[in-house]
C-alpha cells in the first residue's frame, strides 16, 4: 500500500523560508512521480511542482519558479519542496500527491491533479506580510 507521510511547513514572514517533507513508502522502484499541490481558503487546487523521482526531472509553475525548488533523495524515499522568498499569497494548505501510472508524459501535464493516485493529508504554511 503506497502511502505519503507530509512534514514541514508552519508560520513564516514575508521573506522567510520553509522546507516540506514528502516521504514515501510502499513503491517496489523509483519509477513514480511526486507532485506539490496548493490550495488557499476559496480558491481551485494549484499545483506548484513536480518531480520524476527515477530521472530527476523537476518542474515549476510560473508563479514559483526561482523560489521554490523541489528534490528527491531516492535513497531515503523522500522529496522535498524548498520555498524560499515566501510572499503572503503562498498561504495555503500544501498537499504532495504520487502517480506511477504514467498513462501520459508527466511533464506534459504534470499540474493536472487528476493524474495523481496518492495524497498526502495536507499541511498549512501562513506566511505574514
Known amino acids: 500500500e503506497v502511502q505519503l507521510v507530509q512534514s514541514g511547513g508552519g508560520s513564516v514572514q514575508a521573506g522567510g523560508s520553509l522546507r516540506l517533507s514528502c516521504a514515501a513508502s510502499g513503491f517496489t522502484s523509483d519509477d513514480y512521480a511526486i507532485g506539490w499541490f496548493r490550495q488557499a481558503p476559496g480558491k481551485e487546487r494549484e499545483g506548484v511542482s513536480g518531480?520524476?523521482?527515477?530521472?530527476?526531472?523537476?518542474y515549476y509553475a510560473d508563479s514559483v519558479r526561482g523560489r521554490f525548488t523541489i528534490v528527491s533523495d531516492n535513497a531515503k524515499n523522500t522529496v522535498y519542496l524548498q520555498m524560499d522568498s515566501l510572499k503572503p499569497e503562498d498561504t495555503a494548505v500544501y498537499y504532495c500527491?504520487?502517480?506511477?501510472?504514467?498513462?501520459?508524459?508527466?511533464?506534459?501535464?504534470?499540474?493536472?491533479?487528476?493524474?495523481?493516485?496518492?495524497w498526502g493529508r495536507g499541511t498549512q504554511v501562513t506566511v505574514s506580510s
Open positions: 500527491a504520487a502517480e506511477s501510472n504514467f498513462l501520459s508524459p508527466y511533464g506534459s501535464d504534470w499540474r493536472e491533479w487528476m493524474r495523481y493516485d496518492y
Open positions: 518531480i520524476s523521482v527515477a530521472d530527476g526531472n523537476a
